[in-house]
């Protein structure tokens, strides 16, 4: 893919330096959560002796209310390292996103709608998110509370590795199906989909949803197709295929990405990818309205 020396997205945040500590992840963790534990063991009373215990710990000097209480994370900014292939990596990131800002745009205007476009936050290791701590561990992802799309550079070397899906235009791609995310919650999809949550069929709600995103990264590569090169579609359905369910699945944690749910089988990700780069075109990607098994 070319990109060196086109327009850069300014909606990047560099977090790599940031250093996120302690922190209950979210409500019910930490001294709220054992304490509304015990209300439902114990009744009010032993709310009420907890409290006084843990008082009297504290008068003695012994625990600090803030570490029961959880509170917010600490992050603190440490000098960073960066190689010069991280560097390139964070700017080609920063060149996926500025297209997908065009692409989406374009295609919102179309439909008499105002693209808001995502913060991508590039952090190293961990990172404190509105839908709770995420890890690098589980790749990139796409918070819709917060409407960023997260990313630990370090993915790349395991989507090459781990995957065997190397090459710029697979990372592209990753991107790309992320910012699909966002145009979903614009859109509503993931609203609709989230509401879902207590169904018994909400998999597959979540596998359309996944597949949609898919549908939506090739869109990106529609209206990007000026700046492809030689084996990229490959390198893309590659990725596809590589970081199907089963494969990413198992390194997904917690309940912070639609990740975490099937992505849908490696053949139906290439073929809503296809789909998209040949159309192009945000109304032919309805994976909601036909029959599960046709997908
Ligand atoms: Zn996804």
């Known amino acids: 893919m070319e990109w060196k020396g086109r327009r850069e997205s300014e909606n990047v945040e560099d977090g790599r330096g940031e250093r996120t500590r302690g922190g209950t992840g979210g409500a019910g963790g930490g001294g709220i959560g054992l304490l509304m534990t015990i209300g439902k063991m114990f009744g009010f009373k032993g709310v009420l002796a907890a409290l006084l215990v843990g008082g009297v710990l504290w008068k003695m000097g012994i625990v600090d209310p803030s570490m029961l209480l959880g509170g917010p994370p600490t992050v603190t900014r440490e000098q960073i390292q960066v ?27 179309r439909h008499d709608k105002k693209y808001q476009p995502p913060v991508l936050k590039v952090y190293r290791g961990q990172v404190n998110t509105g839908c709770g701590m995420g890890s690098a561990s589980a790749g990139p992802f796409y918070c819709p509370a917060d409407q960023n799309v997260y990313i630990d550079l370090s993915f790349y070397d395991e989507l090459a590795e781990t995957f065997n899906a190397p090459g710029d235009f697979a990372q592209g791609y990753v991107v790309a199906h992320e910012v699909g995310h966002h145009v979903q919650k614009l859109l509503g999809y993931s609203d609709k989909v989230a509401a879902m949550r207590a ?9 359309r949803l996944e597949l949609q995103a898919d549908f939506y990264a090739g869109v990106w590569a529609h209206h990007n197709k000026e700046y492809l090169e030689r084996g990229d579609i490959e390198e893309a359905m590659r990725a596809a295929n590589a970081i199907g369910d089963d494969a990413i699945q198992k390194k997904m944690q917690g309940k912070i990405v639609p990740h975490a749910f099937t992505h849908g089988t490696s053949q139906q990700r290439m073929r809503w990818f296809n789909k998209g780069l040949v159309s192009g075109k945000i109304e032919d990607g309805d994976t909601f309205s036909m029959p599960y098994e046709q997908l």
Do not use: C, G, H
């Not at 190689?83 to 205007?109: G, M, Y």
């Not at 018994?200 to 596998?207: E, G, M």
């Open 83 to 109: 190689s010069p292939e991280e560097e390139e990596r964070f700017n080609f990131v920063k060149v996926v996103l500025a297209d997908t800002e065009d692409t989406w745009t374009k295609e919102f205007a």
């Open 199 to 207: 169904r018994p069929d909400y998999n597959q709600y979540s596998v």
